[in-house]
């Protein structure tokens, strides 16, 4: 083995491997470090020169990465795998970069390319949906909290994927369908999690008001449930329909 010195610490490599395979990944920590230190997600604990550790959070979500043992696993025992974890649990991310022959490093510079573009759901690794819903979420309340992202979101992880599949329907069109689905959601907090009505709106606001005040309207004139009008006509003084 032996170490080489890169832009974020001392990176451990196999002896023998080739000297352009050394320079690429060299190059590559490079600008992994300028995105780091231009990118308001992504931040590195670099307090052990061999180890260090990018991180960032999204909502109730710490996502970690470590670049020096998945580069070396990578090269030293043919393990493509991510050393991640979100909340300290392993997730499976593959680094695609070794099909094509180039540097291990640059999946993990697409990795954070993906974080600082908010995770698009479509770009996002399938064992990573929790972590596009929650960014999805956390932007739902960008509108009333400046500090949207040490906010906590006071829903499960299935909570989050129903207002995520909810606002969706919303957005393409299905207003009704949507409404229902949060309203469904609305009931369960208020009936189940003993949720006061006042709590209700004040949560579900930034999800309603994904719909016009028009679709708002008319989904109160033909609700699910009757039951549904109790919390629409809160929501109603508040988007002024």
């Given amino acids: ?11 451990t490599l196999p002896k023998e491997l080739a000297q352009d395979k050394v320079d690429a990944e060299i190059k590559g920590i490079k600008l992994f470090k300028q995105i780091i230190d231009s990118s308001k997600k992504w931040k590195m604990n670099d307090a052990m020169s061999r ?13 970690k990465l470590n670049p020096f043992p998945t580069i070396l696993n990578s090269y030293l025992i043919n393990n493509f795998h991510f050393v991640l974890k979100i909340n300290n649990c392993r997730v499976c991310v593959i680094a695609k970069s070794h099909e094509n022959g180039i540097a291990v490093i640059d999946s993990m510079i697409s ?12 770009s996002t690794p399938r064992t990573m949906e929790d972590v596009s819903i929650e960014q999805q979420l956390v932007n739902r309340y960008s509108q009333i909290d400046i500090d949207r992202e040490n906010r906590k979101l006071s829903f499960t992880a299935s909570d989050k994927k129903e207002l995520f599949e909810a606002v969706s329907e919303i957005e393409k069109g299905n207003s009704w369908q949507g409404l229902a689905a949060l309203m469904r959601l609305a009931r369960t907090k208020y009936v189940c999690s003993v949720w006061t009505i006042t709590r209700v709106v004040d949560e579900f606001k930034p999800f309603i008001e994904t719909c016009t005040d028009l679709q708002i309207a008319q989904y109160f004139e033909n609700p699910f449930e009757p039951a549904d009008r109790i919390f629409l006509e809160k929501m109603m003084s508040i988007t002024n329909v």
């Fill in 51 to 63: 180890n260090p550790i990018i991180y960032c959070k999204v909502g109730e979500l710490t996502i």
């Fill in 111 to 122: 990795f954070l390319l993906l974080g600082d573009a908010g995770w698009p759901i479509e």
């Fill in 1 to 11: 083995m032996r170490e080489v010195d890169t832009a974020i610490g001392l990176l």
